[in-house]
């Protein structure tokens, strides 16, 4: 029997309404404080999420720098203290822990991409109006070179995202946070019919590094490579001698006593993976190693005189 359209819509509609009504359990508004004259004074509003039943709550970077005191509020309106316990600039992402013994309701990661054309709710407190869902769809993956942050593997979205909506989630129909909104970077920092958001991958490497170590370590691999500007120049001759990748991550230097050198790589050679990571410009180059790992036993393929060559390297914390 077919389903007749309106209640195939009223479905979808009351799935949204569910997700809407879980995140509201996990989304908490984040005000950043700074003392000043004796007095603690709000310096930013921002979103979080809860994403741990001990408290755990994620929100961005630039969300709480400069503040040296944070407080969290819930739909219901209880404002609880929370304490810093670690950020990552890189990323634009921080971890609070809520000091309070309530039960906790924290959102699940999926850490695996939502497709193009997938619903998604932005959820957050967008010009300190309070809890506000926005509904749109997956527009794209890999979004790069926003000037947001170091790294930058962005899901992109055209659910409304505003200044305030910064740290809360981009959640699927299932309740689920696919990864963390930025409201930076924009020419208006605000709504331009497109947003971004960090993957839930790169938030739980985050948060679990900040568990463990209380800060993020960073892989290193000891290489200077030319910039998007310079190197479409550099690449003409390889070009000419039959190089035919996508990859333009060029090596410019290699530093001595680091993975590269000890590997054997060499001033230009063109990188085309780090591991499983492939490589297309200088940004998937820096995301590489933000997604490696210190010590990680990884295969360095690269392009060198005609010939595709596979090098072993155990990187290195930068």
């Known amino acids: 029997m077919e ?26 508004q984040v005000e950043s404080f700074r003392r000043s004259r004796g007095r603690l004074r709000k310096i930013l509003d921002g979103s979080g999420v809860v994403i741990d039943a001990s408290g755990l709550v994620v929100t961005n970077h630039h969300v709480i720098t400069g503040a040296t005191a944070f407080r969290v509020v819930f739909t219901s309106g209880e404002r609880c203290d929370a304490e810093l316990l670690g950020s990552d600039e890189s990323t634009d992402l921080a971890v609070l822990r809520v000091n309070d013994d309530r039960d ?49 593997n962005y899901i992109q979205t055209d659910a409304a995202i505003n200044p305030g909506n910064s740290g809360g ?12 909104t930025v409201a930076v970077g924009l020419a208006s ?25 209380g800060r993020v370590r960073r892989a ?11 190197v479409q120049r550099s690449l003409r001759a390889d070009r000419e001698a039959g ?7 060029k090596v410019r230097s290699v530093y001595p006593d680091t993975p590269a050198s000890d590997a054997g790589v060499r001033e230009g050679d063109i990188l085309l993976a780090v591991g499983d990571r492939k490589l297309t410009d200088s940004q998937s180059f820096t995301n590489s190693l933000i997604e490696g790992t210190p010590e990680e036993n990884t295969t360095l ?18």
Not at 111 to 122: F, I, K, Q, W, Y
Not at 137 to 148: A, E, F, K, T, Y
Not at 220 to 230: A, D, K
């Open 3 to 28: 389903l007749d359209p309106r209640q195939a819509a009223a479905q979808v509609s009351r799935a949204l309404q569910i997700a809407s009504a879980d995140a509201a359990r996990s989304v908490v």
């Open 104 to 152: 906790f309701q924290p959102m699940a990661l999926r850490t695996d991409l939502p497709p193009v054309g997938e619903l998604v709710l932005a959820v957050g407190n967008p010009l300190s109006l309070g809890h506000t869902v926005t509904l749109g769809v997956v527009n794209g993956h890999g979004r790069n070179n926003l000037d947001i942050a170091e790294y930058e």
């Open 169 to 180: 989630p981009l959640v699927d129909v299932q309740g689920r946070a696919v990864g963390i």
């Open 189 to 213: 920092n605000g709504d331009e019919g497109l947003a971004f958001a960090i993957p839930a991958s790169i938030v739980r490497k985050v948060v679990d590094e900040i568990e463990a170590h």
């Open 220 to 230: 290193y691999l000891g290489v200077g490579t030319y910039s998007r500007w310079e």
């Open 243 to 249: 190089y035919t990748g996508e990859s333009s991550v």
């Open 301 to 318: 393929r690269l392009w060198r005189a005609g010939r595709v060559l596979n090098l072993s390297a155990v990187l290195t914390e930068r």
